[in-house]
């Protein structure tokens, strides 16, 4: 059973930072396309950064870039996402994504569209 935790969300100022962990257990391959995602009250959940396990490749949202950075960490088996220079417009309940990538490209939208398991999402709320 594949399982995805995310903790780390809270409560901080604009220009704080916090740190989102995601614990991810049930996958035998290490061939995983992860990422995670926001989504804020009335809008559409987004991609903010996605993190391939083959090449190590990061991928970040326009609105990110610069203040997120997205880790893999396999000694827990874990991804994280650290989040600087918090906006207000970053509130946002955020959730993770992992995928077994095969032979496909690892994108946003591979993440939302191949059926998969989601965590139960943390709430990140910047205040300004």
């Known amino acids: 059973l594949v399982q995805l935790v995310e903790s780390g969300g809270g409560s901080v100022q604009a220009g704080g930072s916090l740190r989102l962990s995601c614990a991810v257990s049930?996958?035998?391959?290490?061939?995983?396309?992860m990422g995670w995602f926001r989504q804020a009250p009335g809008k559409e959940r987004e991609g903010v950064a996605r993190y391939t396990d083959a090449t190590g490749a990061t991928v970040y949202a326009d609105s990110v870039e610069g203040r997120f950075t997205v880790s893999r960490h396999t000694a827990n088996n874990t991804l994280s996402l650290q989040m600087n220079n918090l906006r207000p417009e970053d509130t946002a309940m955020y959730y993770c994504a992992a995928r077994d990538r095969g032979g496909r490209i690892c994108s946003f939208v591979f993440l939302q569209l191949q059926s998969g398991a989601w965590g139960q999402g943390t709430q990140v709320t910047v205040s300004s």
């Open positions: 049930g996958y035998t391959s290490d061939n995983l396309c």
